[in-house]
């Protein structure tokens, strides 16, 4: 598995912006990183004709480049190195995917603003089409690392999700919990009594849960966390379920066990990315 060396951080001089330099430097510090890219695309396409007039005699690049420099030099607070990255190109989502490729980036990190209006659809295009991993951070991420919760539905695709939480343990302590949503067969139902077959579907989960894991290469000690979905979605209870363990990070493979196309998200990743989280999700691929 080939480890995180560099990471890029898409800032839009938000309010966000400080969140993320800050989770930046917290994430490079566990993960041993070389160098932190810090990129901002200046979309001169929004800027009034008023606007423009007042701006004719003022070099935009380098004031917007100096202002940048100024908030990752007070918010960045390790000593890896980093880089400040400017660019007016009309079409964002093409200039950090051309960033991804030209510095090999392993690591694309953005901010969740939590549903705000057209916040998550330049970071959706992104998750979809560039092959780095993604990180998305929310506008009060915790900086800790105390419990990481992996979700699996025992695919393939989800034990890359374990590798990475190898890499990531040996240069952090954490305590790591495997986690996988089950539900009873809903078809059958009327005709079976809940009491009797709840205790029979965990033993089958249970042994479904062993070999799993049996067949992970990990350097430590991987506890299992069985959720019982019921009536709520997946990422629904994910999400609630790690709110009330105090879970740090949330990781998932960018395909479940069903996807059949490389530009098609797992269902259970898209419902993730696409709700509300006051935790990181850190999508893996391959």
Known sequence: MRPIKKILVGLDLSDIDQQLIRYSSFFADIIDVDKVYFVHNIKRYEISEMLEKELEDIDLEELITEELKDRVD?????????????????????????????????LLMMGNKNNEEGSGILAFKLLRTTRCQFLWVPENASMEMKKVWVGTDFSNSSKKCFAYADLLKSNHDFELEAVHVYSLPVHFSPYLNNSEINPKMEEYIDKRFDNFLRKIDFSDKIKKYKI?????????????????????????????????SNLTLGSITEDLFNRELKIPLLIIKD
């Open 228 to 260: 019982l979905g019921r009536e709520a979605n997946v990422a629904s209870r994910l999400k609630k379920e790690a709110y009330k363990n105090d879970v740090n990070l949330l990781m998932v493979a960018d395909k479940g066990s069903n996807t059949i």
């Open 74 to 106: 007070e918010n960045f607070n390790t000593e890896v190195e980093w880089e400040v990255l400017i660019s007016d190109d009309p079409y964002t989502e093409s200039l950090i995917s051309y960033i991804v490729n030209k510095y090999s980036i392993d």
